[in-house]
């Protein structure tokens, strides 16, 4: 049997089967520790969003009757006047998304009438449904970042035009997540022109 004790020395996720292996305490204890290492991730996102670690949860996706993929949502995660945020994982636990995208859900007292329950006692909620955020956009716009249009709609949406206003790379994009160094990280947060990056000292220039 494969132990919590031996994944801390092996510094990896465990595989489903050894999951599986865990004693049923093992498992809690281990998706814990997991939770937390994804949440201390986010924990400059959520703390921009004016979110805490307790609301923000890992879910992993399947599909429901209709085809369609869905998460399953609590009622208590419903309940949360700041909304309740999560990002999806195998069932290994691995973050699914190299953007490491993270999915609001907004209050809801109705959500009873607009969700079915499944036999776990969770509702199910279409991801399309969802509005959708990753660290480098709020890492940029903060709280605006958040998109108010269903995750199906952003992701269909026609391109902007592209535009002179500061220089980028080109052509003009935003730039890889997995580009940004600890000093264009400062400069984001701070306000301050230090990039290497011309066009984000810019950027952050005109949008004094």
Known sequence: MFTTAQYQNARRRLSF???KSLSPDDQK???AQVLEE???FHAP????LGATRLDFQIKIPFYDKQARKVVGIFASEFKRENGFYFELTSREFEPLDTNR?????SYNPSFDEEYEMNEKGSYLVPLEEL???TPASVAISGPSALLDQPRSKAVTSTPQKNTTSYRAPEPIADAPYSEMTIRDYYAIHTGKPVSTKLWLNELI????
């Open 131 to 133: 509005r959708m955020v």
């Open 17 to 19: 089967d050894e999951f």
């Open 101 to 105: 995208t993270v999915y609001k859900v």
């Open 29 to 31: 204890q281990y998706k």
């Open 38 to 40: 994804i949440r201390a």
């Open 45 to 48: 996102m959520l703390e921009e």
């Open 205 to 208: 220039r005109t949008n004094k």
